[in-house]
């Protein structure tokens, strides 16, 4: 969006939020009212009385437009769909019915959550029954499974005993702060509970054992951790976290280091995988090494979430597909937004253009460094910069509430040239969190690149809808 329209629309928020503020003011102090008497009122009266009417009908049509465009709490929404039994979001149960203890519970409501989503609800006894059970479970994207896996490490920690006993693995440094994070925030409650990160540049001296009950890391690290430097000892591990499994069994390093990581573990230790996706050789390979599993599969017309409405448009060059978005951004109120490329060098030139263009644009990539690319992360959560344009590097698992729509300027494909419908799940999936309406747009410019699209529509069994984005009023329909 223009530096122009994007001012327009914060001037249009507030002025609704003032009249909003009017709307009450009305209905509780009220204005004189002359008929209860029989007299006639003045006509300066009248005028004034017609005046707010006027006034409250356009306070009322921009309180249903923000109410349309999700700009208000979604509170009340998030309440609806948890009682949908077709929604990801529905449970019957209460977080007291799952059992937590209280300090947890303490932890889950500070933190804004009223009932458990279905995954938790569903994935919650399964991990904390006696004797321990392992899972293999899937859940849409932003439906809860890191807080899901999260509070059954919290559940299971002695914390009388001050050695590591839960292990959880993720693929990336900045999933690996932002899990963390949710850890640190989930057991602000249990303060005897620690929790520590093995992550590059965390060095720790020589012969320290390490004393958290928690540790969260990256794959090699953890390795390096557990065998070469010995700080924690894995016998003593009695659950080990797989967060987004699936690549983690896909990547050929990443699967060394954890199948390594999983040999040292003792027999018992609990086994949890956590992915919104499972291609199927994966989830074969994922049944195989974690011994007599639950299971939680979703339906593959389950995996994408309605609430993420799906478009593309029709371009003949980068050049175009950077007019189409800036047309998407003169027509909609946008958030946030996450852009994905293809390639470095096309995110470079559109984060540039983007930049010319009046944006507050951040660019993350894989050459960055890591602590580089969290801090770029780290920002973009903070609302510093509005538009994040990215290669696949923050694809998974990044949860920032406020995008509301994601592009794949250039639709995902693997190292074959095949469409990748895991990545595309992952990417669009940075939208619409727990319940939140998102846009996702593709932008196909050739051929191959409708092909590619196909594929993905074949595969969900989702239609993805073409977008106009010379027409507005279209874009603008999409948009409430
Ligand atoms: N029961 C709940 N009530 C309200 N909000 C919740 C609840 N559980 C999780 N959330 C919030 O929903 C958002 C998405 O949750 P989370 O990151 O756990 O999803 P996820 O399934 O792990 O997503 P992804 O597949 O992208 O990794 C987070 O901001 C989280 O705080």
Redesign the pocket.
Known sequence: MSTDAWALAVDEQEAAAQSIGRLKITATEGVPKPEENGAIRPAEDVDKVEEEDKEDRAAQSLLNKLIHTNLVNTTSR?EVLQRDPNSPLYSVKSFEELRLKPQLLHGVYA???????KI?ENALPMMLAEPPQNLIAQ?Q???????AFILAMLSHVDPAQNWPQCLCVSPTFELVLQTGKVIEQMGNFYPEITLAYAIRGNKLERGVKVQDQIIIGTPGTVLDWCSKLKFFDPRKVRVFVLDEADVMIATQGHQDHSVRIQRMLPKQCQMLLFS?TFEETVWRFAQRIVPDPNVIKLKREEETLDTIKQYYVLCRNKEEKFTSLCNIYGAITIAQAMIFCHTRKTAGWLAGELSRDGHQVAQLSGEMAVEQRAAVIDRFRDGKEKVLVTTNVCAR?I?V?QVSVVINFDLPVDKDGNADKETYLHRI?RTG??GKRGLAVNMVDSEFSMNILNRIQEHFNKKIVRLDTDDLDEIEKIGN
Do not use: H
Request: no cysteine.
């Open positions: 998030v933190m804004g959550f009223n009932r458990p989503s938790q859940s994207s932003g439906t809860g499974k890191t807080a919104a698992g949860d509430e999936g969190r727990f």
